[in-house]
């Protein structure tokens, strides 16, 4: 009787309760593991997110860079890099010239920094954003040369007894004006100093470089637009060429150029295109001590300084061929007048 017993709870244990007639086998166990552990789907990668110091469309790119507060430190149309970047004066930015008697330079805060900034700017980046492919910048600008400092290339000694001014410039930049996809446009708004280092003498108008370009030094063609493209020559180092009409700037196959255009406003002031071409070597922070040299392009208004006041442009940067960008000046002076 008792091996009867053992006999049954034996058969049970192998066979089971439920179907007595199928045997519970290694690969069956496999197949109910593998149901139970399926893998669970892999979840979507997650979209990147937007960068959030380039705006750009389908011929135009443009980076504003921390390391130089801000200022626009690269420029691409078509993928050709316009900024070069070898010190902390040749980025796409802004400047400002007070009216003092010791040199264009001795009272000047830019955008990027100093004259001697390596690896960071001594200008403040208070806010930088970008929305809806429009870039949003708004800086406290240091003095571009240091207290003390002489720039003898330009003949300018400081008059400011400290590294960071009380200007401000603030920046709302975007790509594309009026169905023109090669127009970059500008709108800067800046704060004059309400109060000025001690022992400063301020007399005079201020000069506000509202927009600043560097040509690559291989471009070597110019020309005024006045009705049609008037070529004039290379310009002399360390010499500005003010003119009240704007100027191209192109390659010397006229396969790029770049040009600025004011959008007029109802500020009065005296307005003018500078072409200013220096040697590189009289840059204090120059890595290229040999360089030939660069071509500024400035966008300046100038008007009789105001101490605490503040002053709103409109500037286009225009890119393309050399035909191209003709034709888009030749269209925004067909409608202004």
Aim: charged share 25%; glycine share 4%; net charge negative.
């Amino acid at each position: 009787m008792h091996y009867f017993i053992l006999f049954l709870i034996t058969s049970i244990s192998i066979f089971g309760c439920g179907d007595s007639n199928k045997e519970v086998t290694i690969e069956d166990s496999k197949n109910d593991q593998a149901i139970v552990e399926t893998e669970p789907e892999p979840e979507p990668e997650p979209e990147p997110e937007p960068e959030k110091d380039i705006i750009k469309n389908e011929i135009i790119e443009i980076k504003s860079c921390k390391k130089y507060a801000g200022a626009i430190c690269s420029l691409k149309y078509k993928g050709f890099e316009i900024v070069d970047n070898k010190d902390f004066g040749r980025q796409i930015q802004s400047a400002v010239n007070y009216p003092t008697h010791s040199g264009p330079e001795s009272y000047n805060p830019t955008e990027a920094g100093n004259i001697r900034d390596v690896s960071e700017s001594s200008s403040e980046l208070l806010n930088m954003s970008i929305k809806d492919n429009v870039l949003y910048t708004n800086n406290q600008m240091a003095y571009w040369l240091e207290p003390n400092q002489c720039n003898n290339g330009v003949v300018s000694c400081a008059v400011n007894k400290k590294e960071l001014s009380n200007t401000f410039v603030s920046k709302e930049i975007s790509i594309g004006y009026q169905g023109f996809n090669n127009v970059v446009h500008f709108k800067t708004l800046f704060d004059v100093e309400s109060n000025v280092d001690e022992g400063v003498r301020l007399d005079g108008r201020i000069q506000f470089q509202v927009l600043a370009t560097h040509t690559p030094s291989s471009w070597d063609k110019f020309y005024l637009f006045q009705e049609e493209l008037v070529p004039f020559q290379a310009p002399i180092k360390n010499k500005n060429y003010p003119y009240e009409s704007p100027i191209i700037s192109a390659s010397r196959d006229g396969s790029i150029a770049i040009a600025l255009l004011k959008i007029p406003n109802n500020s009065p002031t005296e307005y003018v295109f500078d072409l200013y071409s220096m040697k590189h070597a009289d840059r204090a922070a120059s890595s290229l001590p040999n360089e030939t040299g660069v071509t500024a392009l400035f966008d300046l208004y100038i008007t009789p300084l105001v101490l605490g006041s503040t002053h709103y442009f409109e500037t286009l940067l225009i890119l393309g061929t050399l035909e191209e960008v003709k034709e888009t000046i030749e269209h925004f002076h067909k409608e202004k007048d």
